[in-house]
């Protein structure tokens, strides 16, 4: 079993920048790790995505350029630094981890989540 837990969350107004951060125990990240967001009245959103061993990423349109994924192997921590933020990207941001083969962008597939972070973007 693999324990995640979300930090970096905050209140921010809009145009300014966060880190947030999923750190692993228990065993190591999944074969990929990603970033999702879930506000009110919504489904839980894809946000971006890594792959562990070859440190790929992707990222969904509404996030590409001003978001960034990375990961620390030695910490087994992932990250996500995001700039230029805007009051639509308030929400809870969850990661979530998966170990089976392929790259997925449904909360569904994957099986490990930590508890969320919330982000509150003024304008």
């Known amino acids: 079993q693999v324990q995640l837990v979300e930090s970096g969350g905050g209140l921010v107004q809009a145009g300014g920048s966060l880190r947030l951060s999923c750190a692993a125990s228990g065993r190591t990240l999944g074969r990929y790790v990603s970033w999702f967001r879930h506000a009110p009245a919504k489904e839980r959103e894809f946000v971006s995505a890594?792959?562990?061993?070859?440190?790929?990423?992707y990222y969904a349109d509404s996030v590409k350029g001003r978001f960034t994924i990375s990961r620390d192997n030695a910490k087994n921590t992932v990250y996500l630094q995001m700039n230029s933020l805007k009051p639509e990207d308030t929400a809870v941001y969850y990661c979530g981890a998966r170990y089976e083969s392929g790259l997925r962008t449904r909360a569904n597939d994957f099986g490990y989540w930590g508890q969320g972070t919330q982000v509150t973007v003024s304008s």
């Open positions: 890594i792959t562990w061993s070859t440190g790929n990423t």
